[in-house]
């Protein structure tokens, strides 16, 4: 996939650019794979508002994605390459031997009749899903298990893909997209490949409306609110923050304060820190 850039006939075109849909090959989700999401824009069951900045956006059906897929020894087809406006990635309709179907997030250089194992007899090729114990160093992995069973949990995103970078015991030590460097059991699972959409993150909206369609209010800076509704606002005319360091809306320093737990039971397989 690459990037489609709009001709400046108007203003809101002059920078927006969108993801050529080339490689889509099915427009209308799976009716069976679908549920509907209600709204809350980020508000809690007394009506006040819990995470800002939610709010409008264009209505979705939720695609159910099989991160786990337990499915095991049994081939699956792809049968289309869909988008998915819950996520960044590209979503794959698997459908397996016995006709059950499946989404799951595609990787890239995924195409529609490649054909899908997991298990631990599954070849090394794109898109099958393997235990860390017989996939090599050094392959790009994603939709990675961090306890044996429960679900792929990392590298889920646009472009993401983790590394193998050596095995030592019962442990494989793994680089993920943050940086961060942990041991992950071996009996874990994880797909090949790296995850599709990579163009993703150059995308440039172009205009405040179709961030709006994304179901995203705008952000005001604190500085420009009244002092009531926030700790750095208030002053004549432009001003400072007026602290020594800056302040959440509620008042708790931010900006480099650490809020994991001093005593997490994952510290020990954390080997290097995410940068």
């Known amino acids: 996939m690459s990037l489609i850039k709009s001709k400046a006939v ?18 209308r989700p799976e009716k069976g794979l679908v ?18 900045h939610q709010g409008g956006g264009e ?20 049968a289309a390459i869909e988008y ?12 397996y031997e016995d006709g059950e179907k499946r989404y799951i997030l595609a990787p890239n250089n995924m195409k529609v009749e490649d054909k899908v194992l997991v298990g631990e007899q599954a070849e090394l090729a794109t898109g099958n899903r393997l235990p860390l114990s017989h996939i090599p160093a050094g392959m790009p992995i994603h939709n990675l298990e961090l306890s044996p069973g429960s679900g792929g949990k990392i590298a889920k995103t646009a472009g993401s893909q983790a590394l193998i ?30 995850v599709s959409n990579l163009e993703w993150e150059n995308v440039s909206l172009g205009k405040a ?28 005319g432009r001003s400072g923050i007026g602290m020594p360091g800056p302040k959440s809306p509620w008042g708790k320093p931010v900006g480099g304060v650490k809020t994991r737990k001093r005593k997490k039971h994952s510290d020990k397989l954390i080997i290097k820190r995410r940068k």
């Open 10 to 27: 108007t203003p809101s075109l002059r920078h927006r650019t969108k993801i050529d849909l080339l490689g889509i090959s099915k427009k």
């Open 35 to 52: 549920k509907s999401q209600t709204k809350r824009g980020g508000r809690n069951a007394q009506g006040k508002v819990t995470v800002r």
């Open 59 to 78: 209505k979705r059906l939720y695609r159910i994605i099989d991160f786990i897929q337990d499915k095991k020894n049994i081939k699956a087809r792809v």
């Open 84 to 95: 998915d406006p819950n996520r960044t990635a590209n979503i794959a309709l698997l459908i």
């Open 165 to 194: 970078q050596s095995k030592e015991g019962e442990y494989a030590i793994v680089h993920l997209p943050s940086g961060e460097v942990r041991r992950v059991l071996l009996t874990c699972y994880a797909s090949l490949g790296q």
């Open 209 to 236: 409306g179709r961030k709006r369609h994304l179901g995203i209010r705008p952000t005001v800076r604190g500085v420009a609110m009244h002092p009531n509704a926030h700790p750095h606002g208030g002053g004549e």
